[in-house]
T-cell receptor, first 116, second 115 residues
Framework: DTAVSQTPKYLVTQMGNDKSIKCEQN?????MYWYKQDSKKFLKIMFS???????INETVPNRFSPKSPDKAHLNLHINSLELGDSAVYFC???????????????FGPGTRLTVL | GNSVTQMEGPVTLSEEAFLTINCTYTATGYPSLFWYVQYPGEGLQLLLK???ADDKGSNKGFEATYRKETTSFHLEKGSVQVSDSAVYFC??????????????WGLGTSLAVNP
């Protein structure tokens, strides 16, 4: 029973294409995140949604657009892919508890995006 | 602003050696501190955490103590195994920063344990 799942696991595509990555969690969490991890393992948060509302939107090109159809899903659509978008993208989720404090984040297995 | 500084890797040890990975932080409020581990080809997972000064987090033989006086949260293990080879991330969440929804991450420290 996978807690946080992502599809696809690998994505190889040409520059200029548009692609989507999907994320689903079955933990009953109300907050979901997208992270980008570069080749040096540096982890950068991109977006976060709480109950389908965007609450974190870091400095990310507007070619990246997250969409949360419901609390259990957070998808990432990328337009006009560039070489620099090549990275591993992680989805994560957490529960927002008392006083709005978020709990431990649970990560998906990652999607390795390669732009040629 | 809030930040986390980890010792640079890679760290290479022999099996059964003692491990220390240093982590120091700056925070405007009263942070909770975390260590996450990323095994090869996998996503990150929580290893341990501490929510207030002098707390000690522990899991799988790893320990870290929240030291407010030195603003540190060093990760230690007495005897590492090959299966501990992974990347370790220190992170903080500052409850008083007005934005407690996100974690502030260190750059990660890669550990390789040789048999």
């Amino acid at each position: 029973d996978t807690a946080v799942s992502q599809t696809p696991k690998y994505l190889v595509t040409q520059m200029g294409n548009d692609k989507s990555i999907k994320c689903e969690q079955n933990l009953g969490h109300d907050t979901m995140y997208w992270y980008k991890q570069d080749s040096k393992k540096f982890l950068k948060i991109m977006f976060s949604y709480n109950n389908k509302e965007l609450i974190i939107n870091e400095t990310v090109p507007n070619r990246f657009s997250p969409k949360s159809p419901d609390k259990a899903h957070l998808n990432l659509h990328i337009n006009s892919l560039e070489l620099g978008d090549s990275a591993v993208y992680f989805c994560a989720s957490s529960r927002r508890g008392l006083a709005g404090i978020t709990d431990t984040q649970y990560f998906g297995p990652g999607t390795r995006l390669t732009v040629l | 602003g809030n930040s986390v500084t980890q010792m640079e890797g890679p760290v290479t040890l022999s099996e059964e050696a003692f491990l220390t990975i240093n982590c120091t932080y700056t925070a405007t409020g009263y942070p909770s501190l975390f260590w996450y581990v990323q095994y090869p080809g996998e996503g990150l997972q929580l290893l341990l955490k501490a929510t207030k000064a002098d707390d000690k987090g522990s899991n799988k033989g790893f320990e870290a103590t929240y030291r407010k006086e030195t603003t540190s949260f060093h990760l230690e293990k007495g005897s590492v195994q090959v299966s501990d080879s992974a990347v370790y991330f220190c992170a903080l969440r500052d409850y008083n920063a007005g934005n407690n929804r996100k974690l502030i991450w260190g750059l990660g420290t890669s550990l390789a344990v040789n048999p």
